[in-house]
DNA sequence: CGATTTGACATACGCGCCGTATGCCACTAT
DNA sequence: ATAGTGGCATACGGCGCGTATGTCAAATCG
């Protein structure tokens, strides 16, 4: 039924096959991308580098930017899940927001994500959080401000434009600390003052 | 005395012919990265159509990336100059910063200023804020956190950190508003909620 | 179960663009 | 006026992207 003599598990079915030289691939450009950067990276050394040839770049993913494109999706996905799952174990709403927003900062300082996310996406692809997927992340942290909102426990603003800005903040403190001498000394600064910062958004009546 | 037949005011000295190509190859770097971006220019055209080869461009520029640094820096000099003169006009040093800082979102609403030292150029040499020149309007803005901080009227925090998540959520929202399709109405929701996170940073006690 | 079709991927080609090496000629110095 | 300097143009090599074409294994159908 499959084509295949028996349950050999480990055949070769077309999809099977299709679906691990995808994976390969985005692998490599993760690793080019995330290392040497999207300008540099050489489709013929990335693709050798999969044990693959460009044609199968150009039949997945049509072009160099195509790969670049799926290979901040799927970043974006992992960003999203992470992100989700610390706001989620953080005591409070409020508490919430600021472990996500610290927690955001610190991914950023990822070597990957920093190069890829903050640096080489925006610039080939403009804006990103004006996706189809979005950047979760402006998302999350919106939805966030709205439920915050609603409870009274800070001041009157635009959510989105808020989210946007915090999440601004957020990625420029990361490529600061990611270039510095001393990125520990300089995270901890930052998120110091990104705390301050965030807690001027909190209702005055306390 | 000047190699020429006699004082015809607009004679070819050496120097002026050389500032004269120099700038022609500044300007043409300006339109064609402010435009198309810095990837996409070819530099057989962007000579070509400031009337020189490329050969001009390497003798003065050593390389791509020198004239698109070249350029940056003389962006943002006179970045810093409009928001020295803005930030001197205001009534009050708390007005001077909030003026400023509006200033300077409105500022990376131009396209050349957007493309070039928002996108391409970070791309291209990493973080700015980072270089001799450093860009200076983040130690202007530190500076006018320090003062502020010695009179009381802001909140305890670290001057540097502050100015630099700041400058960032100005960036941010600048594209944000730039990629929109409102621009309008976007940059007025922007600022507002600019406003808003800045007031967050008032000393408390009023 | 064998013939045909499909399509995933490799190979081959052309073009554009960058960086360098070389050449030319106007301006400078003596 | 003559020798020399250097600003800029021209010529060359190489690389990387995108496309067109070929190939062979897997899927489909009688």
Redesign the interface.
């Known amino acids: 039924m499959e084509g295949t003599i028996a349950g050999e598990g480990t055949r070769t079915t077309r999809k099977e096959a299709m679906a691990e030289t995808r994976r390969k691939l985005m692998a490599a450009g993760r690793e080019a991308f995330g290392t040497i950067g999207y300008?540099e990276a050489s489709m013929d050394d990335l693709t050798a580098a999969a044990g693959l040839t460009r044609g199968a770049l150009y039949h997945h993913f049509g072009d160099k930017k195509g790969l670049l494109r799926a290979v901040v999706e799927e970043i974006d996905r992992e960003m999203s899940e992470r992100l989700g799952a610390i706001s989620a174990a953080a005591g409070s709403r409020w508490q919430g927001l600021v472990d996500e927003q610290v927690a955001y900062i610190r991914m950023a300082l990822e070597p990957e994500i920093q190069r890829i996310m903050f640096?080489?996406a925006?610039?080939?692809f403009?804006?990103l959080?004006?996706w189809p997927s979005a950047s979760a992340c402006v998302a999350a942290l919106k939805a966030h401000l709205d439920a915050l909102l609603a409870e009274g426990a800070i001041?009157?603003?635009?959510t989105?434009?808020?989210a946007?800005?915090?999440?601004?903040?957020?990625?420029?403190?990361a490529?600061?600390i990611?270039?510095?001498e001393d990125p520990a000394e300089t995270s901890a600064?930052?998120v110091?003052?990104?705390r301050?910062?965030l807690?001027?958004?909190r209702a005055?009546g306390m």
């Open positions: 300008a640096r080489d925006p610039a080939v403009g804006d959080s004006q001041v009157e603003i635009d989105e434009a808020a946007r800005l915090i999440s601004g903040a957020g990625g420029y403190a490529t600061w990611a270039t510095s600064r930052a110091a003052s990104f301050t910062l807690d001027g958004l005055r």
